[in-house]
């Protein structure tokens, strides 16, 4: 089975500076681990995802995550806040055969 | 299209009224997803298709609901004698396949809102 945790349902940063959102997993099985993005009135778009290998993972729009498996966490992060990065973040796991997703974060970005 | 469709893209109906919603998966897409996001919650499983394999039905709340995958590609999820509670965003995604490093593509959605 699998869980997943994101800390903090609102992030508050300014433009600029350092976007850390924070995932925390558990799943019984190696697992696959993505980060989604959701703008208002849309569906989920794909950001970035860790298979195997590298533990450090890019995506699109400037974002990144690490994977690692001793914290069992996989936390997003962005070296500076555009405005257009405010949106609600998703979490998600696969372990088996499911894919389980956080209950999200909503990224604000202060002018 | 190039992406997973889903309509209607909103729908306001009385409480105890039948809807339903449609999704049209990414063509060759054998994997097809229904989830519920309500305000506040994160994405909520409701059912899986996987080819012609028997859905995964374990995430759908109560027998008012149903959904049906016809010939591999559209699918209808279904919500009977509907309640204020069902109302949400009703979230559509297909995959290629099973395999678990194969992320999910997601429609718009659905808004439901029940009167």
């Known amino acids: 089975a699998q869980s997943v945790t994101q800390l903090g349902s609102h992030v508050s940063v300014s433009e600029g500076a350092l976007v850390l959102l924070r995932c925390n997993y558990s799943s019984s099985v190696p697992p696959y681990l993505f980060w989604y993005v959701q703008y208002p009135n849309q569906g989920l778009q794909l950001l970035l995802k860790?298979?195997?290998?590298?533990?450090l993972v890019k995506g699109i729009n400037g974002f990144e995550a690490e994977f690692k498996k001793s914290e069992t966490s996989f936390h997003l992060t962005k070296p500076s806040a555009h405005m257009s990065d405010a949106a609600e973040y998703f979490c998600a796991v696969r372990g088996d055969d499911k894919i389980i997703f956080g209950k999200g974060t909503r990224l604000h970005i202060l002018p | 299209g190039a992406g997973v469709s889903q309509s209607p893209s909103n729908k306001v109906t009385e409480k105890g009224k039948d809807v339903e919603l449609r999704c049209d998966p990414i063509s060759g897409h054998t994997a097809l997803y229904w989830y519920r996001q309500s305000l506040g919650q994160g994405l909520e499983f409701l059912i899986y298709f996987q080819g012609n394999s028997a859905p995964d039905k374990s995430g759908l709340p109560s027998d008012r609901f149903s959904a049906e995958r016809t010939g591999g590609s559209v699918s209808t999820l279904t919500i009977q004698r509907t309640q204020q509670e069902d109302s949400a965003v009703y979230l559509c995604?297909?995959?290629?396949?099973?395999?678990?490093?194969?992320?999910?593509?997601f429609g718009d959605g659905t808004r439901l809102s029940i009167l």
């Open positions: 995604a297909s995959s290629l396949a099973r395999g678990g490093n194969q992320p999910q593509h």
């Open positions: 860790y298979t195997t290998g590298a533990t």
